[in-house]
């Protein structure tokens, strides 16, 4: 006796998680965790466009996924200023056509102690963490909505739940991001669109290279978790495929945290 092919174990897994003629923009998708995340969409079936702004990077990052048959694309653009991200949002839907999944992971981490932080670096904080995610969600949304499908995942941090190492404008930024999440949730999920965030804990990227120079402080925080280890960029693939495939159509406004136990601790 055949099994049918809809008994199949990889149609019943594409039916879960497969991301086959959806379009997803991954904001920070040229490196660390962005990168692995839009390599994991990409290669779960859909079509990718990475946004952030070294040409270099991002066309290296498109190379390696096209090298692994998916369809890639980039737009090369600084989330610092409004008119930026929205050239950037009309652009990035030109590749491919408007976006299913909207991934925001480009982020900055200027983390002064509270009486250093000034003007600019909280300025800078708000935009490329925050302000940034809610543009181009206020430009995909809608859509989504009326193509009754779309994810919306945010890439938030331990600090928004908790201050340490100088937590500063970042973790405000990224409280805020928790809270549009839940916002966008309420506004959007009745129309088939999520809003989730997914939680780091440390992740070894460049975002804190200067950090990673203390082997005694990685070690450290690596002791925290409950795995025993640092994070990886890939530890985000399965979360990512998962939060933007159909099977999570009933996850909602929620923060999912991918820390090896570091918050739980
Ligand atoms: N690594 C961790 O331990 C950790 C922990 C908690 C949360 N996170 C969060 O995870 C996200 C990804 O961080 P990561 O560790 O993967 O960092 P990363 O490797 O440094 O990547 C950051 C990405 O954002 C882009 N980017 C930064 N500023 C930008 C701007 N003004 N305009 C456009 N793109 C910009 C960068 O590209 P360009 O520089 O070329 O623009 C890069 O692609 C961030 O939101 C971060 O806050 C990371």
């Not at 506004?187 to 290279?209: D, E, I, K, M």
Request: hydrophobic share 45%; with cysteine.
């Amino acid at each position: 006796m055949t099994t049918p092919a809809s008994d199949h174990p990889a149609s019943y897994l594409s039916a879960l998680f497969g991301l086959d003629g959806r379009t997803a923009v991954v904001t920070g998708g040229s490196s660390g965790i962005g990168r692995a995340i839009a390599e994991a969409l990409a290669r779960a079936g859909a079509s990718v466009v990475i946004v952030a702004r070294r040409e270099a990077e991002l066309a290296a990052t498109v190379t390696d996924l096209q090298a692994h048959g998916c369809r890639a694309a980039s737009v090369s653009a600084d989330l610092s200023s409004r008119e930026s991200v929205r050239a950037a949002a009309e652009a990035a839907a030109e590749p491919f056509g408007e976006p299913d999944i909207l991934v925001n992971s480009a982020g900055v981490n200027l983390r002064p102690p509270m009486p250093e932080i000034d003007d600019a670096v909280w300025d800078t904080t708000m935009a490329v963490n925050l302000e940034a995610p809610f543009l181009l969600s206020q430009r995909y949304a809608p859509g989504m909505a009326e193509r009754g499908y779309g994810r919306l995942i945010h890439i938030s941090s331990q600090q928004a739940f908790r201050a340490f190492v100088t937590s500063g404008a970042y973790g405000v930024s990224k409280a805020g991001l928790e809270g549009l999440a839940r916002s966008q949730a309420e506004q959007w999920s009745r129309h088939g669109v999520t809003a989730n965030t997914l939680v780091p804990g440390f992740v070894l990227t460049p975002l804190n290279a200067r950090l990673q120079d203390d082997p005694e402080c990685v070690q450290a925080l690596a002791g925290r978790t409950m795995v025993g280890r640092n994070g990886l960029p890939g530890d985000f693939a399965s979360a990512a495929v998962f939060l933007a495939g159909p099977g999570s159509a009933y996850v909602t406004g929620q923060s999912l945290f991918v820390d090896g136990g570091f918050s739980v601790h």
